[in-house]
């Protein structure tokens, strides 16, 4: 039995609901509201599977598997059938190669991005109280003080540049490999492709498409993968209660975030 602990619009649940989904793989959910509202991920009974306080996990048959590139290996090796691994060795490299950045700076920066131009508003709207909770709550020294001094600096914070520029380096990353083949590594759709689209979703529901417009492979790769039946089970019909917020925010940061887009 496949059980998964997971948040509707957090990039790395995305990308584990978008692997079982092309695996064909049946699972039982349970919801982690992240949100100020809820901090289910605080939960006593949550920590004791997920110390991180992080979501996803996965439990198989009673056994945990946490960190999302971890859970995405570890459903290819417990799950053979319909494999998102290339079968060339090169190719596997390659493919972890894509999956690497993610742990080398593209997630944070992604959380970076989200909370200087949108997300910021939920501990802004929130009781003082319950904010200064949360964040005492939360057991990443890191994530906690990048969090404060993007949620009270903005557009504005010394962070966002360099978020920014990981993020323009990458799409141009991505449109580079392209320009070999439909996919990212090889003939095959892979988790280097699951990996890096959610970041491109992240992206675009803050309004920031307009910004990759020249990079017409990406935005080719990006429109095919999310007519697939496995995106729109695991990312589309899961929603976002906060997207018509991000729209509005986001078109209020666009003209800050061009200007650093422009200048990495």
């Not at 584990?16 to 949100?35: C, S």
């Not at 600096?153 to 990353?173: Q, Y």
């Not at 699951?194 to 970041?199: L, P, R």
């Not at 307009?210 to 929603?239: F, H, M, Q």
Request: with cysteine.
């Amino acid at each position: 039995m496949l059980e998964l602990y997971h948040f509707d619009r957090s990039t790395a649940a995305q990308k584990v609901r978008l692997a079982l989904a092309e695996k064909g793989l049946e699972w039982e959910g349970h919801y982690i509201n992240t949100g100020f509202d809820k901090r289910d991920q605080h939960d006593p009974n949550y920590l004791k599977i997920n110390p991180r306080g992080v979501v996803p996990t996965l439990v198989h048959d009673g056994k945990v598997i946490r960190e999302s590139n971890v859970i995405l290996e570890y459903l290819e090796d417990a799950f053979p059938e319909h494999p998102l691994r290339p079968a060339d060795p090169y190719e596997r490299a390659e493919m972890r190669l894509w999956t690497k950045k993610i742990d080398e700076g593209v997630h944070v920066d992604s959380r970076t991005v989200g909370q200087c131009v949108a997300m910021r508003f939920g501990s802004l709207e929130a009781d003082p109280a319950v904010v200064r909770k949360h964040y005492e709550d939360m057991p990443e020294v890191v994530r906690r003080k990048n969090d404060l001094v993007n949620n009270e600096t903005g557009v504005e914070s010394p962070l966002l540049p360099d978020a920014i520029g990981t993020f323009k380096t990458l799409f141009h990353d991505i449109e580079a490999a392209l320009a070999n083949g439909e996919w990212l590594v090889g003939n095959m759709f892979s988790l280097a492709d699951i990996s890096m689209v959610v970041y491109v979703n992240r992206l675009t529901s803050f309004q920031m498409a307009p910004l990759w417009d020249a990079l017409v492979r990406l935005k080719d790769w990006n429109e095919r993968i999310s007519r697939r039946p496995s995106y729109v089970t695991a990312v589309s019909e899961w929603g976002d209660t906060t997207s018509q917020k991000r729209i509005e925010l986001g078109n209020q940061a666009f003209p800050k975030v061009k200007a650093l887009w422009d200048a990495a």
